[in-house]
Nanobody
Framework: QVQLVESGGGLVQPGGSLRLSCAAS????????MAWYRQAPGKQRELVGG???????NYAGSVKGRFTISRDNDKNTMYLQMNNLKPEDTAVYYC??????????WGQGTQVTVSS
């Protein structure tokens, strides 16, 4: 089981950008498909998008064209570049396995607030 720490969140105005990072410990990060999730106040956690070990990505329709997931396996780190942010993107963002059956726990996440 990898240990995951999210960072990079903050307060940004609508239309702004943020880059989140997910630092993983453990030697198996590079072989696992990973994903970003988010949970807005009063809502269930949802999948933002995922990335395979080889770098193929897919995204939720609500973020497609605005968010980009990447990974650096040498640094055991995954990224989420978020552009053209909207108030509805406000949430706590988490990283974890793309395969939900493999998820055993969640990190603290990083708060993203989009507001003028």
């Amino acid at each position: 089981q990898v240990q995951l720490v999210e960072s990079g969140g903050g307060l940004v105005q609508p239309g702004g950008s943020l880059r989140l990072s997910c630092a993983a410990s453990g030697s198996f990060f590079s072989i696992n498909a990973m994903a970003w999730y988010r949970q807005a106040p009063g809502k269930q956690r949802e999948l933002v998008g995922g990335i395979t070990s080889g770098g193929s990505t897919n995204y939720a329709g609500s973020v497609k064209g605005r968010f980009t997931i990447s990974r650096d396996n040498d640094k055991n780190t995954m990224y989420l570049q978020m552009n053209n942010l909207k108030p509805e993107d406000t949430a706590v963002y988490y990283c974890n396995y793309l395969n939900v059956a493999a998820i055993r726990s969640w990190g603290q996440g990083t708060q993203v607030t989009v507001s003028s």
